[in-house]
Structure formats: C-alpha cells, structure tokens
C-alpha cells in the first residue's frame, strides 16, 4: 500500500492543501496528474485513483469498484466534522458493498482547502473551478455505458441531484437533500465561499448553486426524492421549494416520511432496500410500483 506521502508527491505542490491524502485501501492505487491524462485512460478496473490539478495540490480522489455489473451506483458523502484532518472522505461503503452493481465513492476534493471546511456540496473551489462538469465527465467514463444512480444524502443529495441534471439517462436517489447552497444554513455557506472560493464573485460565476431553477426545466434524469417529514428547515427551504418549481416534464417522485426528528434519513439496510428497489427497476412504471412496494409511506409524482 502507498504511503501518504508517496501519492502527494507525484501529484504535485501541497502548499494549498490543510487535510493531507491519506491512502486506508489496500486497492491497487491508479495516479494521474492531471484531469486530461485521467479522460484519456480511464482506469476500469477496481483502483483507489487519483486525479491531481496540476500544481495547486488538490487531488480528486474515487475509489472504483468494479464488479462487472449492469449497472453503476455513485455515492456522494455530506456534511463532516472538522476534527477530522485527512482525506479521503468516503461515504456509503456499507451501503454500496451490499448492493448488486459497480460502485464509485467519491471524495470532495474541496474539503482538502482548510480544516474549516466540512461541507462543499462538490460544487468546485478556486482551485477546480469546473468540478461539477469533470465529475459528470468522470462518472459516464468508468460506468462505461451501464446505467447510473447517483445517490447522496444532505450536500451529498445535491451533488446526486445536480449530476443527475448533466447526465442524461441517469437515475437520483437523494435524501433530504439541500437544493440550493444559498438557503442552507448560513455559516457552513459562508466558510465554503470564503475558503473555497475566496468570495462570492467566482463563486457565481463558476458553481450550479440553485438546483430550484435547474430543476424548474426538463432534464433527463428519473428522481426519488426522500424527505423527513420532521426535518422541518429542510421541508421549508429545499423540499418544498423544489417541489413547487419542479418542471411537470421531469419524472420526479416525491417520498416524506417520519424517520425522527431533525435532519435524519433512512437507516442503512433501508437504504440498500431502497437503492435495490432502483437497481430492478426497468423503466420509471415499475420503478414506481417498486417504491409503492417499499415504502409505506405515500409515494407522489410531481
């Protein structure tokens, strides 16, 4: 296994990074020093990979776990402590290992700016101005034509939502998602625009940052949008916002439920019935009859 110390240094300065790479795998570990060298030789077979830029230091890192399955679930991680000092960050291997497909776990390359940072949606940074549209480019390459789901809860359901408007075909689990940063609360927002971008002006000028008005048109993409009923900031500022502004031409189907109070989402063997429920999908008709089956609660078309 390489040593932290080994993958940084092949990927360039580390003089913008505050959580350093640290490599837990024992999975064959792929380098590329540039997004470019990464679009021209995908790796497809299982690899913790990553993808440096240039020479800011900041280093995407996925790890790809190829099983040679039809179809390919990505999973995006929300919100983490602060006291946590290195990187990768991955969510949902627990969940992923369960279920019947290829997985990628993707790390926010912007947590690495500062220590301060425990939430950047994958929305970009200074450093990756075009994140959200190399992750849409990363994604469809390794999944290599076998259908995708993005799945992500909190910041993570944004970056599930905001990648399942770029990839056309795709499917989107997200769970009490946040649908615009901006209406998030605001001293998280505020440390990932002055970290991340060093003010608002390339903030906007870069960064999808309102999935309401993305959403408010068609796009390509099936969604499963699961909200806690008793997560009343989320209910009031992101689900019922992009319910109202949600095109009619979208295949969107709405599930609130009573999971507990606060912002809490399904627990994990719900998840993998959930995520199963989407992999036998064959179309959005029996993607609806499965999610009637699953779930208790009312399931409603937008």
Sequence with gaps: MKSNEDVVSQLGSVSMVQRQLLSRSTLPIKRFGSFDEFIASPTLASADVYIGRELSGVVLP??????GANATVVIFGGAVSGSIGSVPIYSGIGVGSELPANMLLISDPTLQ????????????????????????????????????????????????????????????????PQTNILKYYRAPVERYITHAWGGRGNFDLYARHDLVSTYASPVDCDVVLFQNMRDAFHLRYHFGPFKEACSNGNQVVGVTSDVGGGHKGLGPQ???????????????????????GFFDAPIVEW
């Excluded at 959200?132 to 944004?158: E, H, K, N, P």
């Excluded at 719900?270 to 999610?291: F, I, K, Q, R, Y």
């Design 62 to 67: 996925v790890r790809w776990i190829n099983r």
């Design 113 to 176: 700016l500062s220590r301060d940072l425990t939430l950047g949606w994958y929305a970009g940074n200074k450093e990756w101005p075009n994140l959200q549209s190399d992750l849409s480019q990363l994604i469809v390459a390794l999944a290599g034509g076998t259908s995708i789901v993005l799945f992500g809860g909190s910041g993570g359901g944004f970056a599930a939502l905001d990648q399942g408007a770029r990839i056309p075909g795709s499917t989107v689990v997200a769970s009490n």
């Design 270 to 292: 719900e998840m993998v019935g959930l995520l199963n429920s989407v992999l036998s999908a064959d179309g959005w008709p029996t993607l609806l009859s499965g999610l009637r």
